[in-house]
């Protein structure tokens, strides 16, 4: 039998404290995730779930039994607690009489088998004993007496065979069994294997400690992550500091005029300082909470395997090979820093991007692909303008566009530029008659990348199997996870919050009602559930071919389309059918449709659908009759080659996810926006980190839009105004 030797400097309270009652552990039981908490504190925190999250860490927990004595117990905490109260014991009866020989002698130990306190001469007694040599002695002080060491593991006793000890492990049953239960309902054979625990024991333990190995590799690769991403950071702030000195000794020269253009640009580069260092703050936060969780999982199983208790290590073994399996394929990616903010006497650039200029011109933000960017021009002194000025924008590419302005209260003049096209452009300013009012600047205009892209393949929590739709309800983000037939919660930035099983089948399309509670397009049948996922109700689609888009209306009404029978059904909240459009046809037929794939409702409850092999955008009023259409195949950004996910928005623009190929076949996937009458806005294709196959498209009160990823199997969020 292995033993530990503790004496009193090790102890420390602090060690046996319950993080959710800041009590002593009372039955402490270790969670899959190798946090230990008391038996009733954990009762009282899943408050009579199944499923609940760890209160250290938030990590998923399932029970595997009726309730938390399903989990293992702690044999590391409960023999210190054995040891704690003998300590204590001790201390308050410092005239205790020795269980064996009735003395006054100082008590020095107990038994925990024969349940007695014992002296110093019993003790030794005790130990030398051969009838006695197995039971479980807890010492007081480090005793040098050869027969006497302390054995500071409690004895695991056969349910079945009271006075058995369980010395055998059936791997094939998991379970620990004595002698006598090998000879009985676990003798070898077929089913049953019975072997000695200390054999199996260093089997495991083997297995353990190589993914120990790689959980440390994993813990350094975080660590030098870690420590770049502290370096990119401190640069950052060094090199803005030296920018702005560099601003400062510039506008000393022209201090008279350009005192409020100085105090524009230092709280530029304070904006750009901030918009640089937001991510990789974050992304620092997020290194150094994964690699103390890392650490201390790590130490925790290297505690364990220092230990030597084979019984430990027995019962431990499949929650430490989980965890540290996971360790080990956990990847740990990060993309150095590539912009540094850099100054020129007239113009502050920020990734060779133009963001500020002096009067007369004046171009207020980064200009980014299919963003809003503020162009103002404010005319020299004493200069009047009878008409208002145009704005002028020339790309690389020849492509020439003239913005209409409009007078501010400063009486300067302004135009709204949503640049198309990447690269090199020429701004400037022109008047019917006058000609050009000011010297043109040259900018370049960045991709509108991703600010926020999360999951990847796999059945874990925050990874998705062909996520098919995306709704957003408040702060919280709807992910239809369609082939894990479930639905999973996030926040607005990416952080899992919790996952609603879907049991009937694969949920293809989604909608939020506004009492909270959440409708489910799930092949043939729709299913309204709780926000815990229990049914409230679901009505069957028999006549459905193929599932599609869902959308509710206000009044509860449902909208649901069949892509193979190509049509759109409308439906009472009870799933009465009220009317069906539709029939396949390849051309421009009003309220014929050629694989309606998505559908949703805007703000007048206007059905919206997406008829994606015909190219265009069907809008139907709140009782499914025709009322527009718009849209046309072809590679111009505005046009379309298979819409599919779509959405409207508080302003009333309408979102739009579009399969798209340019002239050469190549695969163009993009982000649409159109106003409610369909007139085009904007588009985004994302240069650096190209969309794959999107699906659902869900916006945000911000500004942004969450789009579902189908053959990438993530959530990409883009800012889209």
């Known amino acids: 039998m292995a033993s530990s030797k503790f004496s009193l400097e090790e102890f420390d309270d602090k060690l046996l404290t319950c993080p959710v009652c800041k009590g002593i552990y009372n039955n402490p039981r270790i969670l899959p995730c190798l946090h230990t908490f008391c038996a009733n504190c954990l009762e009282m ?107 500071f593991t409690r004895t695991q006793y056969c349910p079945q065979h009271a006075d058995q000890r369980r010395t055998f492990y059936c791997q094939p049953c998991d379970k620990l069994v004595c002698q006598d239960c090998t000879t009985t309902e676990h003798q070898p054979g077929p089913n049953h294997d019975p072997q000695k625990v200390g054999f199996v024991a260093q089997k495991y333990k083997d297995e353990l400690q190589t993914l120990v190995g790689k959980g440390l590799d994993t813990a350094d690769v975080l660590k030098r992550t870690k420590v770049v991403v502290g370096k990119e950071v401190t640069t950052i702030s060094v090199n803005c500091q030296i920018v702005k000195q560099e601003i400062k000794e510039h506008f000393a020269e022209l201090r008279a005029k350009l005192d409020k253009e100085e105090q524009e640009v230092t709280e530029k580069l304070a904006k750009m300082e901030m918009r640089q260092k937001e991510p990789l703050t974050k992304e620092e936060q997020e290194l150094e909470e994964r690699l103390q969780s890392t650490e201390e999982e790590l130490k925790f199983c290297t505690d364990i395997l220092a230990r030597g208790n084979d019984v430990e290590i027995i019962t431990l073994r499949k929650q430490l090979g989980g965890r540290l399996d996971a360790l080990s394929l956990s990847q740990i990616q990060h993309e150095a820093l590539k912009n540094h903010v850099s100054f020129l006497p007239t113009v502050i650039i920020s990734n060779s991007e133009l963001s500020l200029t002096c009067k007369p011109l004046l171009i207020t933000e980064p200009p980014i692909e299919s963003l809003p960017t503020n162009v103002i ?10 008409i208002n000025p145009q704005v002028t924008v020339m790309s690389s590419g020849g492509q020439y566009v003239e913005l209409e302005t409009t007078r501010t209260s400063e009486g300067a003049f302004q135009a709204v530029w949503r640049p198309q096209t990447l690269g090199q452009h020429e701004v400037g300013v022109t008047m019917e008659g006058e000609g050009s009012l000011c010297s043109s600047i040259s900018i370049d205009v960045g991709t509108n990348n991703p600010v926020l892209k999360f999951g990847q393949e796999g059945s874990q929590q925050g990874q998705f199997n062909e996520p098919r739709d995306v709704a957003v309800s408040g ?35 989604l909608s939020v009602l506004s009492d909270g509670t959440l409708m489910v397009y799930a092949e043939e049948d729709i299913v309204r559930l709780s926000q815990s996922g229990e049914e409230l109700h679901s009505f069957s689609m028999e006549f459905c071919s193929s599932s599609g888009g869902l959308a509710v209306q206000r009044s509860g009404r449902i909208v649901a389309t069949d892509r193979d029978d190509h049509c759109v059904l409308l439906f009472e909240a009870d799933g009465t059918l009220v009317k069906k459009v539709g029939g396949q046809v390849k051309g421009e037929s009003e309220g014929e449709f050629n694989e309606p794939f998505y559908v949703c409702v805007d703000r007048d409850d206007n059905i919206i659908v997406t008829d994606s092999n015909n190219c265009r955008v069907q809008v139907f009023d709140k009782d499914m009759n025709f009322r527009y259409q718009f849209g046309q195949e072809g590679f111009q950004p505005q046009d379309m080659s298979m819409p599919m996910g779509v959405t409207t928005d508080s302003r009333g623009n309408i979102v739009l996810a579009n399969f798209a190929w340019d002239s050469n076949d190549d695969p163009y996937q993009t982000i649409q926006v159109y106003r409610s009458d369909g007139t085009w806005v904007s588009t985004i294709s994302s240069n650096d980190d190209k969309m794959e196959t999107p699906r659902g498209v869900a916006v945000t009160n911000d500004g942004h839009v969450f789009v579902s990823g189908g053959t990438d199997h993530c959530i990409r969020k883009y800012r889209y105004w």
């Not at 309730?67 to 410092?94: E, G, M, Q, T």
């Not at 021009?377 to 009878?386: D, I, N, S, W």
């Open 475 to 509: 702060d919280r983000l709807y992910v239809a996870d369609t082939f894990n037939n479930r639905v999973q919660v996030f926040d607005l930035s990416g952080n899992f919050c919790r996952l609603i099983p879907i049991q009937s089948a694969s949920p293809w399309s």
């Open 45 to 151: 925190w899943r408050k009579g779930e199944v499923q609940f999250t760890c209160p250290t860490c938030r990590q998923l927990v399932r029970l595997k039994g009726p309730d938390v004595s399903s989990f293992p117990s702690s044999f590391y905490i409960n023999n210190l607690l054995d040891f704690r109260a003998v300590h204590h014991s001790n201390a308050k009866r410092l005239r205790a009489s020795c269980g064996m020989c009735e003395s006054d002698a100082s008590i020095e130990g107990t038994c925990g088998d024969c349940k007695l306190l014992l002296c110093g001469n019993c003790l030794t007694g005790h130990g030398n004993s051969p009838a006695l040599k197995d039971h479980y002695i807890i010492a007081l002080h480090e005793r040098k007496d050869s027969g006497s060491r302390s054995k």
């Open 377 to 386: 021009f404010t005319p020299k002194e004493g200069q009047v303008l009878e």
